[in-house]
């Protein structure tokens, strides 16, 4: 998965406008123009390193004049005490984007890591780990690259990619197989249909009208399993809501195929890492 430049530039360059307005009044006044350091980054945590390029680019456009190191590259597993990435040059450029490239490689490895463990936990079943449209405005696609990177596979991008029906959207229509039939009359032969269930019956009901994915909204392991067993094949079935650490091995052992976690993106920790100067 590659990400646009153009598009890594404008999440960068609106970060460091909404922190530093005109001047870094600390750094501009204190350090001459042509004052040199050198820094890196350490690990404080286990966990999948993811960013590594953006945070390279935050310090290009920052103010330049910086060489960057990076040890590890996207997807590495790091130690803690493990350094990541080595800066050398300007002291100015290095303190200016210093928060901005943490930020960005705090959050992504996070996501990376987070992906990662969830991977780690469902090894063994045929369930793959995906990501949802629940991410922070303007982030999307860096949060989706850093759930590929550890190891996990991405939903749609965005409302265009897919027709989902959704519990809200069968109510208002009036239905699954209505609903179904509907969307079918409109959309073009490359778009799948997945609609969400909430119950055997409508399960059966989603089965019948021949929708291709199948998302099992909040059901027990117990009834996935009976899923798992009614849909023999016929449609691939996502497991959602309310999946934890401790139940997504439980999930995976149903025999669903896919499982999806809105935590990857919407709430997941940042992994410690921090930057520190030679004295």
Known sequence: MQLLQ??????????????????????????????T?????????????????????????????????????DGDLVKKGDIIATMKGNSRTLLKGERTALNLLQHMSGIATATHHCV??????????????????????????????????????????GAMLKDNHID????????????????????????????LEELQEALAVGCEIIMLDNMSCEDMTKAVEITAGKALLEASGNVTEENIAEIAGTGVDIISLGALTHSVKCFDISMRFDK
């Open 37 to 73: 350091s050198s820094a890196y980054y350490i690990a404080k945590a286990e966990g999948v390193v993811c960013g590594l390029e953006i945070a390279e680019r935050v310090f290009e456009l920052v103010g330049g004049d910086v060489e960057f190191k990076a040890n590890l590259k």
């Open 6 to 35: 153009s598009y890594v530039d404008h999440i960068i360059n609106t970060a460091l406008e909404e922190d530093i307005h005109y001047v870094d009044v600390t750094t501009d006044y204190l350090l001459p123009e042509e004052h």
């Open 172 to 199: 208002v229509y009036g239905g699954i197989t209505p609903a179904v039939n509907a969307l079918r009359e409109k959309i073009g032969h490359m778009t799948k249909i997945e609609v969400e269930v909430r119950n």
């Open 120 to 161: 780690e936990l469902v090894k063994g079943t045929k369930a793959q780990i995906t990501d949802t449209r629940k991410t922070l405005p303007g982030l999307r696609r860096l949060q989706k690259y850093a759930v590929t990177v550890g190891g996990g596979k991405n939903h749609r991008y965005n409302l265009s990619e």
